[in-house]
């Protein structure tokens, strides 16, 4: 097998994962019976260039600019020292499920052609970002903060770099060193990355190195060019099944997947089994979080053999639901339309 220059570090076996070039998307069926949380082995990654190797002993998370009164140096141990919060949140990339827009709607975006495995859960644990701004004595005129990884520029553009507006940097956001109980990955942010709970998967700056606070509007290649008016994540759902699996015909089949929004809670999971002529409503229970996934199930026993579709279409407590369609996007970001997922009933 050609191998082409690691950009990620980790082993990326093919019943994992669907590598697209720097970046490489969770299969599904990789969720299948897990619990609620994605393990590091096969949580999607999304690079611009390459995961970098950080000596966390000479590591530095600068805070500075003129928007806080005292700027600050933290080092690796002196951010586990303060009081820490654990999320369980999503991290997915705004383009995820974008190669829907081609195979769907026939209208397709450039980039990444992601299906819908560009998203995961962890449990992340670090420092609320508000502590370490409190800290640098961050003042009543701030508007945006600046978070900066340490890997390779990309392209002409620079470091890594998305501004965040005060209120958001303020509320909820975290500076995590941990994923499921663990020290981040390299190829997650090691040491440091930020966690930006809702929001699109480029404002959870990895290899964090220095945050700037202005009094002014900020602006960057990643939030001009690239990701320009995303914030939140709309509502998507999936099946922790394989494209075109095969399922023995009458079952019955407990069928299992994930729904999940930026702007809320699941409320509501709904399945067809006849392309959208009539739906039944999925069965969840046990806790649901914002900012994370909705596991559900639904029973079902095939009476007929060949080729099926399947689709599930959620809704959020703001009433938001699926589309059957998604209105284009020149960038494809923001693919929430209900997605045909391809399945074969075969004689058991
Ligand atoms: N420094 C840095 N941070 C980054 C990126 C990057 O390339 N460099 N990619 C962003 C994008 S586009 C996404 S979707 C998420 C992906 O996080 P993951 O690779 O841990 O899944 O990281 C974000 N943070
Ligand atoms: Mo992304």
Redesign the pocket.
Known sequence: MKQAMATIIKPLPDHLFRVHGN?AEMRWEAMSGLGYHTPADR???????TTPIIDVTTWQLRIHGDGVRCPRVFGYEDLRAMPSRTFDVA????GNGRRFYRTQQHDGAPGTQWGLG?I?VARWRGVPLRYLLKEAGVLPGAVDVLPT???AP?EGYG??RRPLPIAKAMDDVLVAYEMNGEPLPP???FPV?LVVPGW???A?????GDIEVSTRELFTPWNTVF?RDVTTQPVKSAFELAWNARLPVMGPHVLRGRSWSGRGRIVRVEVSFDEGMSWRAAEHHGQHLVSAWLPWHIAWAPRRTGPRFLMARATDETGATQPLVTPRHPFGYHFDAVVQHPIHVVNG
């Open positions: 970046s949580f999607f990654v999304r690079n611009h260039t991290i997915e990339c705004a560009a995961g990884g340490l890997d990309f470091h890594v190829d997650h942010g990355r699109v998967g480029i959870s700056i990895k290899w964090l990701y």
